[in-house]
């Protein structure tokens, strides 16, 4: 590769210069609010609303927290990513702390936590559910309940002081890898600011529009859902994790709730086809499709569910967050897949053919991009060969989605050119799982491949070959990877057998072999 | 065959091919071992308001009711229509 150099924290983005003053940053927005619009409302989950001042109330009661536990000033935290209202205070008093705070899954096994803690140095846990059982060495329980909302608001007066770097870290998001650790990947203060000012102004949120919060804390379309709302002075509205596949609920949060902008993968989409009444939600004007292909067939039901918004489809990763939009218009039946059109503002886009060479015009291959919003690198896990500096400066991501981009310089997704797959938005490695398995004593080998659905998009099986005589139980398998995976990564089935696996020419295992197998039923 | 048999079989059938009835424990957490994940909870709820006549709309869904054959059935007894534990389904004595 000709003119490339891996780096193994890549610098930010050359010409990119500091496009959002402090004043008008996330945290002295939500001060501003408070003060000036104290009633407004801040959060709804269930039949709680949370205005601002509440808001700003319960963060001031957990920045107190944060800071008697008198942890090391550089000292990096884990939250556990309740989905909550209580969570989105002790987020902020993080924030305005300036302490970085990794949200790992919820959903991640025991002893994947455990490892995943220790190798990003996150001894302490906080939490603030009274409630909640956590894993972690050290977990403490934060109160959002100190300090009444008509309390003394004035430490958020230090939220707008000068001693923030641009580039320190906020948010830390976690995303699947190939080994059976997720990656870590640490987000500066400045690439989420300029992250929510072209959400707040491309999705034009303004104070009081509401937003709908489908997507788990953990996940980086919060950004969007919540950062760039609160910028804007809007409402989020909390989908509660428990009722996320309730079509009829999700229906009724939408109408009741009046919702105007929705982010989501397309199975909440789906949800609400399915348990569509025939009335149209009206107040929707903004539909984001994300985090996985749309289905054709569900494409044309989204005019009919939402009669008066536009419709995006938004391509991104956790490591650059959303690098390409495309405006759905037109012919909704169209054949082909979607576009995910061209990139956003301050984002380049390269297109790598075979044999790694940059290519211009029409071109089919690996897509690299550097946007304004992305990472400095992975603090744990992941190869530093995924970020690549470019002569003109600029540091891109590889993202190993193979891309197609036509005359127009329109892009469309057409691959993976590794065995990553999205599970409901989730990226889950089939090899990794394939891994996890491997590492049984009494498996000898292991095929995971994932396979359409209707409503799930894909879903996971697993083909063990056993290494002993002696029955191994599928049952005992599934809480071997419960404890070692994800939970969108556990496969549906795991189907035992006794025969060596198919594989290709090169010895490889052959998924394909697999896939026909499962599907023949055989 | 007795309510809580009926929804053993039922998750063996649906969510578990292969998998013999002695494997499956009442109290194997069904949710955490990702057998029933969320979208398979829909499933299940709309299962059994059909076969045990449960007015979901009237009830709450909470998750931890269904982590178990053991809370599943639980859950049955205290919502169904149809009444308590002993009542035979389809018809067929326990």
Redo the contacts between chains.
């Keep these: 590769m000709t003119g490339w150099r891996a780096t193994v924290v890549a610098a930010r983005p050359a010409g990119l210069e500091t496009i959002v003053p402090y004043s008008r940053s996330l945290l002295g927005c939500l001060a501003d609010f408070a003060r000036n619009r104290p009633e407004s409302t801040a959060l709804v989950m269930g039949g709680d609303r949370v205005s601002y001042a509440e808001l700003c109330a319960m963060t001031m009661s957990a920045y107190n927290g944060l800071t008697a536990l008198q942890l090391p000033s550089d000292a990096r935290v884990a939250l556990h990513a309740a989905k909550t209202p209580r969570t989105v205070a002790l987020i902020v008093a993080c924030l305005l702390a300036r302490r970085p705070f990794m949200l790992p899954s919820t959903e991640l096994g025991a002893t994947a936590l455990e490892e995943l803690l220790e190798k990003a140095d996150c001894t302490d846990v906080l939490t603030a559910e009274p409630g909640a059982g956590v894993g972690g060495l050290r977990v403490h329980k934060i109160d959002t309940t100190a300090v009444p909302p008509d309390g003394d608001l004035a430490g958020l007066d230090g939220i707008t002081g000068p001693d923030v770097s641009p580039d320190a870290t906020s948010f830390i998001f976690t995303t699947s890898g190939s080994t059976g650790l997720p990656k870590v990947v640490p987000l500066s203060f400045q690439a989420v600011e300029r992250f929510t000012e072209w959400a707040v102004t491309k999705f034009r949120l303004r104070p009081g529009t509401v937003v709908l919060n489908y997507a788990p804390f953990n996940f980086d379309l919060c950004l969007l859902d919540l950062r760039a709302t609160f910028k804007a002075g809007g409402t989020t509205v909390l989908v509660e994790s428990e009722r996320a596949t309730n079509g009829k609920h999700l229906a009724e949060l939408i109408r009741t709730e009046s919702v105007e902008v929705v982010q989501s993968v397309p199975m909440l989409y789906r949800l609400l086809a399915d348990a569509h009444d025939g009335e149209p939600f009206e107040t929707v004007t903004h539909v984001i499709v994300t985090g996985d292909k749309m289905p054709a067939k569900l494409l044309p039901e989204l005019p009919r569910l939402f009669p008066n918004a536009r419709f995006y489809n938004i391509y991104g990763a956790t490591e650059t967050n959303d690098s390409f939009i495309h405006e759905i218009t037109g012919d909704l039946t169209a054949a082909g897949p979607l576009p995910i059109g061209r990139p956003l503002p301050g984002v380049d886009a390269l297109v790598l053919d075979a044999d790694g060479v940059v290519v211009d015009g029409p071109a089919t291959g690996e897509l690299l991009v550097s946007t304004p919003f992305q990472t400095a690198g992975y603090a744990v896990g992941g190869g530093a060969d995924k970020f690549v500096e470019r002569d003109n400066g600029r540091v891109y991501f590889r993202s190993g989605d193979l891309v197609d981009r036509d005359a127009d310089g329109v892009f469309t997704l057409v691959g993976r050119n590794d065995s990553q797959v999205k599970v409901r938005g989730v990226r889950v490695n089939l090899e990794e799982i394939e891994q996890v398995l491997l590492g049984h004593e009494r498996i000898a080998g292991a095929a995971v491949v994932a396979l359409p659905d209707d409503v799930a998009g894909l879903v996971i099986h697993a083909v063990v070959r056993r290494d002993t005589t002696e029955p191994l139980g599928v049952l005992g398998l599934r809480q071997f990877c419960r404890e070692r995976l994800a939970r969108a990564a556990l496969p549906t089935t795991i189907r035992v057998v006794d025969d060596p696996l198919p594989t290709t020419s090169t010895g490889k295992t052959d998924r394909k072999a697999v896939i026909r197998d499962l599907l023949n039923g055989s | 065959m007795s309510c809580s048999d009926l929804i053993k079989q039922y998750v063996l059938d649906e969510f578990?091919?292969?998998?013999g009835p002695e494997?499956?424990?009442a109290d194997?957490d069904l949710r955490?071992?990702?057998?029933i994940?969320?979208?398979g909870?829909?499933r299940v709820v709309t299962w059994l308001e059909a076969t045990f006549e449960i007015p979901m709309e009237e009830v709450e869904?909470?998750?931890q009711d269904f982590t178990s054959l053991t809370s599943i059935t639980r859950f049955v007894e205290l919502h169904s229509a149809a009444g308590q534990s002993d009542v035979d389904y389809l018809g067929k004595a326990a």
């Design positions: 578990l091919p292969g998998v494997e499956l424990e194997y955490a071992n990702g057998v994940d969320s979208l909870l829909l869904i909470v998750e």
